[in-house]
Every structure is written in C-alpha cells, then in structure tokens.
C-alpha cells in the first residue's frame, strides 16, 4: 500500500482526488492538508510514499515548500498538482525537487498516473505539458528520479564509485546513469555537471 499526502487548500479539491485516488486498491490517502504548515507536520510525521501539492496556498507558495518537504522526509516523492501550467512554475517545481507535475486541466485518470510513473522512478508531466516543444522546459526535467540522484552525487564531487555503494547499487548501473544523464543535459564531464548543479543552486552550502 503507497501512501499519499493531499495539499490543497479547497476541500472540494481534496475530497475529488481523494476518492480518485483511493478507487486504486494499493494507493492510500493518509492525510489531506490545507496549508504549507500542516502539510510540514504531516510529512514529518508520516514520511509518506508521496506528497500530491498545489502551488497555491493560503500562507504561501508551494514551491519552497518543495524544498523543504524533501528535507524533512528525502525518500517522500512529490507531485505539483495546479491550475499554472505555464512558466517558471513547471521547471521551478522539478528543480526544487518535485518528481512530477500535472495541470489540473487535464483528465482526472492523468493524476493516477502521474502518482503511479513517479512512484516507479520516471520524472512525469501530464499530456498538455509533454506536447510542448521538448527545450520548452527545465532540461532536468528529462531526468528519472534514479538520473536526478546520480547527477547531485556526481557534481558534489562523489566518485562513481561512491555513488555506488551509497545508493546500494552496482558501479557498472551509475555509469550507465551517468552516460545517460549526461546526454540529457548535455554535459561531457563532471565539471560540467558541477557546473549546472551550482547554477541552479542544487549544491549543499560548504560548511
């Protein structure tokens, strides 16, 4: 059973996913949040398989709260769930860290499946946002999740080696990540990775 945290601030709103969601015999609502500070709590108490959030709440936006979610619960996955479909909201969102985003213009069916393609480990976009020319969007928003992990480890300076054994997986798998993360971004060594990570200001502050 996969658990879900729901964060909107219309009841309405939470209520209609909520019942979509739950017609899935394995996905599970374990809480719905109307603000940032109750969806905080929520995740810190629950570490929830993933977070759906709306960018727009009544005590701020939602895309800081991105960040601070991932803090508080790194294995939790978040979709943005929201009426922007436009940008900087879809490339802010997946740098900051969200797995996913679907516009709430879209089919109901397309928020199980964007729930479901993150939880397997791919980066999803609901289908008004994939028709878009492919530079249209944030080029780390080519990446799956597994690629999004690799490229942070290998621009903070990690050998491929390191990375192995700190994601429990075998060193041949990161260098078949790295080639392939490397073509999305369009990089040709781990200094160029270094190089975007700190433009996009994704690498922990030195102590």
Known sequence: MYSIVLVDD????????KRLIEMEPD???VAECRC???AVEAVNQRHPDLVA????????SGLPLIEHLRSVSPQTRIVVLSMHNGEPYVSEALRRGASGYVTKGVAPEELVA????????????????RQRPSDALD?????TVREREVFLLLAAGRAPKQVAA????????IYIHRASLMGKLGAGSELDLYRIAA?????PARQ
Not at 114 to 129: H, I, K
């Open 53 to 60: 959030l709306d960018l727009s709440l009544p005590d701020g």
């Open 27 to 29: 996905l599970e609502v």
């Open 114 to 129: 964007g729930l479901r393609a993150v939880m397997a480990g791919e980066c999803y976009l609901s289908s008004d946002l």
């Open 199 to 203: 433009a996009r200001g994704l690498l």
């Open 139 to 143: 080029p780390l928003s080519r990446l």
């Open 36 to 38: 940032a500070d109750d």
């Open 10 to 17: 219309h009841a309405i709103v939470r209520e209609g996913f």
């Open 166 to 173: 700190e994601l429990g997986v075998g060193q041949k798998t």
